[in-house]
RNA sequence: GUGAGUGUAGCUCAGUUGGUUAGAGCACAAGGUUGUGGUCCUUGGGGUCGCGGGUUCGAAUCCCGUCACUCACCCCA
């Protein structure tokens, strides 16, 4: 072939796009019944909106462009900056708390491997306008409520909950000056994430001294359901530290009333690689063969006000297709008909062969009344139209034939058990799925 | 941008120490079958063996280059 599909893009034939379209359809369903609303905005953006996010750096990873009026664009990389952008312009009109979501088509210029290709789609849930620590539990509620729509247990996937508050606080007590945070920040972020010499490399690159280093090894280890109580150990007298810590631990008693607990571990080893996050931060993990990351999110303060909007508060995740289909099918957790591009209910049958304006007007009606109705462009050859129906998952054939003409009755079979009955013309148009009364 | 692996039919893959016209299964199509489906049988279409060059009497096979894909690194919003 001379073309192909671009390099860590896919093609959607029929199957996969009833596939994607099940798992965005689990997305929208469990936003819409957590209340959240759906929005969405252009697919680029200027290309200094995702700097003023991002940085300078940013700009590798993007598809940019200049257009014909010399505007600098970029196809958009992540949803965030387009929420924030599009809530700043409205912050004062839009009621409070702000519960958002989306599925965007992303795209970035890396290079594609396992779980990541250029182009993805991502599921992005917000909640903007409140600090309050209900948000911070219906935000993860949502992640886990999605988790049990697709039958994601415990075993199979975890989230890992930590924050970053309390992480600066601590490190604030070690007098490591808060405009370090971040460059530790992004090297604890990959802890668990790379290979033990490489972290420890990186993590000396950051903190010199080993004393240092193995205090921060210390702090960040706690986990688990002691983890908290390890960590209010080492926060004693620390008023800011002792505050998160207890906002951290009425946020795991409303993820139990919730009854998602099974699901949540306290890890201070989780950062993540963002900038903004500014609270809670929170990472799902498959525990199967693939034990990576397949969604984050977390508390940011100062997000809206990068893009030049007023201060609010806001927390939010993120997950991709790609990564979520690739646990899902490790599970067996994609169901067959996940793939079903076609349903038809009705295959009208032509058995005579000269019966083509008699079954169009059947298959016309049909479609009418809102019932995928069928036919085929072969006529007679009642046994390869049956098998065409078969083949196409037909629930029913309707077979316009030797009755048809005798008695303008039709012959209606169902396909699941090959029962099959005589009806009149009228009765089944009247009722095409009803049970008909016993055959006149 | 760096490294490794893999490229044969739409898909999954065979293909002997280099040897004559490159195969199988699945899928697709036609027929067996002019009123009864998923099975079965027969047949068919479909390939510049990723591309280019080299070695050789002869290359899918060996060598070099190149491209694509996959995986890992970098990065991760």
Same mark, same amino acid.
């Given at each position: 072939? @001379? ?14 796009? =009833? ?40 700009? #590798? ?27 700043? *312009? ?20 890396e290079r594609p491997q396992r779980g990541r290709l250029?182009?993805f789609?991502q ?20 992640v886990?409520?999605?988790f049990?729509?697709?039958?994601l247990?415990?075993?199979q996937a975890t989230l890992k909950?930590?924050?970053? #508050? ?10 490591? =000056?808060?405009?370090?945070? $971040?460059?530790?920040?992004?090297? +604890?972020d990959k802890r668990d994430k790379l290979p033990? &010499?490489v972290y420890?490399?990186? +993590?000396? #690159? ?34 800011? =530290? ?7 631990? &009425? ?12 699901y949540?571990?306290?890890d201070?080893s989780i950062v993540r690689g963002l ?7 929170f990472e799902g993990f498959g525990q199967g063969a693939l034990r990576r990351a397949i969604c984050g999110g977390? /508390? ?17 995740f993120g997950t991709s297709d790609v990564v979520m289909l690739d646990l899902l099918n490790e599970f ?5 008909? $996940? ?21 169009? /007007?059947?298959? *016309? ?18 046994? @390869?139209?049956? @098998? !065409? ?5 037909? @629930? ?9 003409? !005798?008695? !303008? ?27 008909? $009364? =016993?055959?006149?």
């Open positions: 072939m @001379k073309y192909h599909a671009v390099k860590g893009t896919r093609d959607f034939y029929p199957r996969d796009m =009833a596939i994607r379209n099940w798992i965005v359809d689990a997305w929208r369903r469990v936003s819409l019944r957590n209340g959240f609303e759906e929005y969405d905005g252009p697919i680029f953006e200027y290309l200094d909106l995702f700097r003023a996010k991002s940085g300078e750096g940013i700009v #590798s990873e993007l598809f940019h462009f200049t257009d014909r009026g010399e505007r600098e664009l970029a196809i958009r990389p992540e949803m965030t900056p387009t929420l924030a952008r599009m809530i700043a *312009a409205q912050a004062a009109s839009l009621p409070r708390p702000i519960k958002w979501f989306s599925v965007p088509r992303l795209c970035r210029a250029r182009e789609f599921w992005n849930a917000d909640i903007v306008g409140t600090d309050d620590v209900l948000a911070d539990a219906e935000c993860i509620f949502v886990l409520d999605f049990r729509e697709v039958g247990t415990p075993q909950i930590n924050s970053r #508050s309390l992480l600066a606080a601590l490190l604030a007590a070690r007098g490591f =000056a808060p405009d370090r945070h $971040a460059e530790i920040y992004t090297v +604890l033990p &010499e420890a490399e990186k +993590l000396e #690159s950051v903190v010199r001294t080993p004393a240092e280093r193995s205090d921060l090894e210390c702090m960040i280890q706690a986990h688990g359901a002691g983890g908290l109580d390890e960590v209010a150990e080492l926060a004693r007298g620390n008023e800011a =530290a002792e505050a998160e810590i207890e906002r951290l631990r &009425e946020l795991f008693k409303l993820l139990a009333a919730m009854g998602v607990a099974d949540c571990t306290f201070m900038a903004y996050y500014t609270g809670v931060v977390g /508390r940011y303060d100062q997000l809206l006000t990068v893009v030049g909007g007023p201060p609010m508060s806001g927390l939010g067996g957790l994609l169901p067959a008909e $996940a793939g079903v591009s076609k349903h038809v209910d009705f295959q009208v049958i032509d058995a005579a062969g000269d019966q083509s304006h008699v079954v169009l /007007r059947i298959v *016309a009606e049909l479609r009418r009344a809102g019932h995928c109705a069928e036919f085929s462009y072969r006529r007679g050859n009642l046994g @390869k139209q049956l @098998k !065409q129906a078969a083949g196409q998952g037909a @629930k029913w054939a309707v077979i316009v034939g030797d009755e048809y003409r !005798q008695r !303008q009755a039709l012959a209606v079979k169902n396909l699941g058990t090959g029962e099959q009955v005589e009806r009149s013309m009228d009765s089944f148009l009247a009722d095409p799925v009803g049970q008909p $009364a =016993a055959t006149p």
